[in-house]
């Protein structure tokens, strides 16, 4: 079996799936690197992991969007935490529900930066030092929109599906390097994800969640986790999870 204690680098560790892998990973003995643009969650995350896992955490506050602060952050680690051996790529939203004529130029530009873009700043920065050590696993957090469009969901669900054809090509340019390569792509998981996609209306964002019992964020991360303890020659290339009520992107048995 592989050695359970890689060290792990989780982009958006500060909510939802990404804090989620964070406690199943410290849980379980990983050093970890949490990053997020919120330092104060970053820091009190770090305390209670430390505090109720004894784990060591790296706290790294910096935006994925920003390419020079990811590699300020990365080429400029500690030499104890430098060599990364599992890369989650989790940092990831939806802004928006309009129609493409009725598209808002900046929700497209965060969604395309943040899903697209800072999943790529991210695995640059981190990737060579795994295909230095001919080791390494690359976990992308992707979603049943990458397998899906639905109504209103545009620009989502194309960076999503990028997601999805990226995971794809870093597992064929890396496989000659001994490189693990993970797609995770959920259906309706109940975090920040509604809220932030309604632009703070929680009333909109719980309404989604109404008549059925979603996903959790540790529902998600335990398989993520469970996809890095199989043997050396076993790679899990895409999961795709969905409540045991959701059938496709909107199909939902709801009460």
């Known amino acids: 079996m592989k050695n359970r204690k890689e060290i792990v680098l989780i982009t958006g560790a500060t909510s939802g799936i990404g804090l989620a892998c964070a406690n199943v990973f410290a849980e379980h003995g990983h050093p970890l690197i949490i990053t997020g643009r919120r330092a104060d969650r970053l820091n009190s995350i770090s305390t209670k992991l430390v505090r109720e896992y004894s784990v060591k955490v790296l706290t790294l506050n910096f935006d994925v969007r920003d390419n020079r602060a990811v590699q300020k952050a990365i ?10 051996g599992i890369l989650i790529n989790n940092a990831g939203l939806a802004v928006g529900l309009n129609s493409i004529q009725d598209g808002e130029i900046d929700d497209w530009e965060r969604m395309i930066d943040t899903n697209i873009k800072g999943l790529l700043y991210v695995t640059r920065a981190v990737l060579p030092g795994m295909i230095n050590r001919n ?16 109504p209103f969901g545009n620009v989502y669900c194309a960076t999503k599906h990028a997601v999805d054809a990226l995971t794809k090509g870093i597992r064929i340019d890396t ?32 309404n989604v969640y109404k008549g059925y019992e ?5 529902d998600i991360a335990e398989v993520t986790y469970f996809s890095t303890t199989l043997p050396s020659h076993v790679n899990i290339n895409d ?11 909107t199909i939902l048995n709801k009460e």
Do not use: C
Not at 76 to 82: A, I, M, R, V
Not at 214 to 218: A, G, I, T, V
Not at 239 to 249: E, H, K, N, Y
């Open 239 to 249: 999961m795709v999870i969905m409540p045991t009520a959701q059938a496709s992107a």
């Open 135 to 150: 080791a390494g696993h690359i976990i992308n957090i992707g979603s049943i929109a990458g397998k899906e469009v639905y």
């Open 75 to 84: 080429y400029n680690l500690p030499e104890e935490w430098s060599e990364i």
């Open 214 to 218: 979603p996903l959790h964020p540790e």
């Open 175 to 206: 496989v000659k390097h001994n490189i693990k390569v993970t797609q995770v792509a959920p259906g309706a998981v109940k975090t920040e994800f509604s809220v932030i996609r309604f632009k703070g209306d929680e009333e909109k964002a719980d």
